[in-house]
DNA sequence: GCTTGCGGTTGCCGTTGCGTCAACTCCTAC
DNA sequence: GTAGGAGTTGACGCAACGGCAACCGCAAGC
């Protein structure tokens, strides 16, 4: 018994379309072709067509759909990555409609142009950024092992790789304060994930223990150059961001 | 004083092949082009691709952008739209995830053909059914008006029609035998709004009140005929289906 | 014998927001 | 004279198809 696309696309509720799709990516080739050229499609087929529909309900890709089917991917490991994928889109959608719910409130409010609810948006906050002389002595007296570690590291970066860089501490310290302008408590996982990211950043430099990371978490505040940086972005965001470090600190390093 | 290409890249975070997009698709012309064709941006255009940019985070289209920033559009209305958007978005991605999550777990617990948490996915439930004429007349008898209307409106639909609508109306039940087997309780605004779907999908026929539509679900579970074909989808699936109708017909008809 | 219609075929464009070549041009410095 | 850098336009590619065009084969009806 065969079928022609047309009885395969009424018996599975996909259009014709979409199986010589199908066929063309070589996700479902039929079983054979007429000497017209017309499709026929056999049992197996529809077994594997049904498979495919499964998965593309559950949201995975046409190329991991054919790699789990032909068994050159396990399921599980395939769905653990996708469910992993969602959760995390999903906590950046909310993440996001918490934003521009913020947004829409200023804005309703009157205020023509809101500045992303206090949050300032330097493209580059350390553009043109050399550390003074003072501090870097500072820093050079107090912590000579860390200040040379840093050092070579950052000698080791082209000028290209310091402007990325220093792109992405600025994204980061925006990130963050998004989530305390959102109210975001700072034991919240997402914003300990976010404190990763920030503690990886330092680790390129200079790999502190908890003790050192919690010094660094109060230098921030405490230190009127760090702090004045942080509130550049957004007020309150030194602390902040001190609060969700000594958080990590205390739950992630020794 | 005026930018070229490169530079307002550099200043502003964004690839130069991304300027060059902005101007093909009319977002952000520049502010002249020199003798040698050179692309020429002035502040006003740092000012648009500011706009733009912070727009963009928020996740808006180009196409919403641009009629956002040539008025065309309301920034508010548009926000408003994109907010919706964005929690329809996220509660599709969190039931998927639940789903993807349960569909591991069976995985995981040594069933290798998870038959998705006991839901059935018939492609169309109702393939070739015709009603059969018992209850058909006993439907006719008990509620005339209701029958007349109804078939009035059956009989004005192309084979084609009738088809899509029965796909639809199982693509629902599905949607619903998902909702029960996550656990979610019949209040919740999704279950709700999937009720909404489905009472829409009545009054394309017969357009009940509270008491009529309480009275359609209680038939649901206690007619063997109804109760069966909701089972076949998911065991229990008639009394789920019932107990969010009555919820609707309380909050939502009188 | 010719037309009409159905059911199928291949192939190409459009969708979104750019990344990534390729092939040129212009200007400057050595 | 030539190498290099900064710019240009044009085109393909990405995911998963929808939709259209042009064409083919086979049957029925005139």
Redesign the pocket.
């Known amino acids: 018994m065969t079928w022609?696309?047309?009885?395969v696309a009424r018996m599975s509720g996909v259009?014709?379309?979409?199986l010589?799709?199908y066929d063309g990516i070589g996700l479902l080739p039929p079983a054979g072709t007429g000497s017209?050229?017309?499709?026929r499609y056999g049992e197996a087929e529809l077994l594997r067509l049904q498979q495919i529909l499964l998965m593309?309900e559950l949201g995975l890709?046409?190329?991991e759909i054919r790699a789990v089917l032909d068994s050159r991917a396990d399921r599980a490991a395939v769905l653990r990555a996708h469910h992993t994928r969602l959760l995390a889109e999903r906590d950046r959608l909310t993440t996001l409609a918490g934003t521009v719910g913020r947004t829409l409130a200023a804005l309703e409010e009157g205020r023509e142009h809101p500045d992303m609810n206090g949050i300032n948006r330097p493209e580059n906050l350390f553009a043109g950024f050399t550390p003074d002389p003072e501090t870097d002595a500072e820093v050079r007296e107090r912590w000579p092992r860390a200040w040379e570690e840093s050092r070579r590291a950052t000698e080791a970066m082209t000028d290209e790789e310091t402007e990325r860089w220093q792109r992405e501490v600025t994204a980061g310290m925006v990130r963050m304060a998004e989530f305390m302008v959102a109210g975001t408590p700072v034991t919240d996982p997402a914003v300990q994930a976010e404190t990763d990211a920030h503690h990886r950043g330092v680790c390129r430099f200079w790999t502190p223990n908890a003790a050192a990371y919690r010094g660094l978490a109060a230098t921030y505040v405490d230190d009127p150059r760090f702090r004045a940086t942080f509130d550049r972005v957004a007020e309150g965001l030194a602390a902040y961001q001190r609060d969700a470090m000594e958080v990590y600190a205390a739950e992630r390093l020794s």
């Open positions: 022609s696309i047309a009885e259009t014709s379309r979409t010589r799709h017209n050229g017309h499709r593309r890709s046409l190329r």
